[in-house]
């Protein structure tokens, strides 16, 4: 049972490239999450999903874009990267029931030069 | 909106001490609250979490919540620190109805000394 995988684990992008984090859950979870974690920051949500289909804004959306096709994926986007992406992307997933917790992936250590 | 508020970025404490990490939530119904911990270069583990009823709640690795509702806070407490404890410490909530979204704290970080 692999849980949350997370591709690719570390990128090194140029400004203005485009690439696509992969999150992909094999616990058949409804909820999944992406999260961005900086220094002194916490981890603020980009955009979440609850369902197959199903996308929405979290606190930080601006400069990503994200799809839900299968239950299982979960995919990140960015178009035209810029330095301040700079940062770890976690992917989260979770059951629908209020007190149940997120299932992380083990992050993305992403650079934007 | 919901917030989370983590007022200590960073904590020093010796081992063998107790310690108390504090968060303070904004939301206008009963929170579903959680506390997760992250070791250096590791993802999130989830240390305990309240949703209803006693507001003392134990996790694991022998940490313990407190919900008071009063003061909106869901505060961290451990008796006796290990060095392994040594990790940054982030508190949650999940707003339910439309959203089912979980919004973290900035997360403080727990240094142990011998």
Not at chain 2, 15 to 32: I, V
Not at chain 2, 80 to 109: I, P, R
Request: aromatic share 12%; with cysteine.
């Amino acid at each position: 049972n692999a849980g949350v995988t997370q591709t690719p684990k570390f990128r090194v992008l140029k400004t203005g490239q485009s690439m696509t984090l992969l999150c992909a859950q094999d616990m058949n979870h409804e909820y999944m999450y992406w999260y961005r974690q900086d220094p002194g920051m916490g981890l603020r949500l980009i955009h979440y999903s609850v369902g197959e289909g199903t996308t929405a804004k979290g606190e930080v959306p601006d400069g990503y874009n994200v799809s839900r096709l299968k239950k299982q994926n979960f995919l990140l986007g960015l178009e035209s990267a810029a330095p301040s992406q700079t940062s770890v992307y976690f992917c989260a997933s979770r059951p629908t029931g209020a007190n149940e917790k997120l299932f992380f992936g083990s992050g993305t250590q992403l650079s934007v030069l | 909106a919901q917030s989370v508020t983590q007022p200590d970025i960073h904590i020093t404490v010796s081992e063998g001490a107790s310690l108390e990490l504090r968060c303070n939530y904004s939301y206008g119904a009963t929170p579903y609250l959680f506390w997760y911990v992250q070791s250096p270069g590791q993802g999130l583990q989830l240390l305990l979490k309240y949703f209803s009823g006693d507001t003392l709640v134990q996790g694991i690795k022998g940490f313990e919540a407190e919900f008071k509702r009063s003061q909106s806070s869901f505060n961290l407490r451990k008796p006796s620190v290990h060095w392994s404890d040594a990790a940054e410490y982030f508190c949650a909530v999940f707003l339910s109805g439309g959203y089912q979204k979980v919004t973290f704290g900035t997360g403080t970080k727990l240094q142990v000394i011998p």
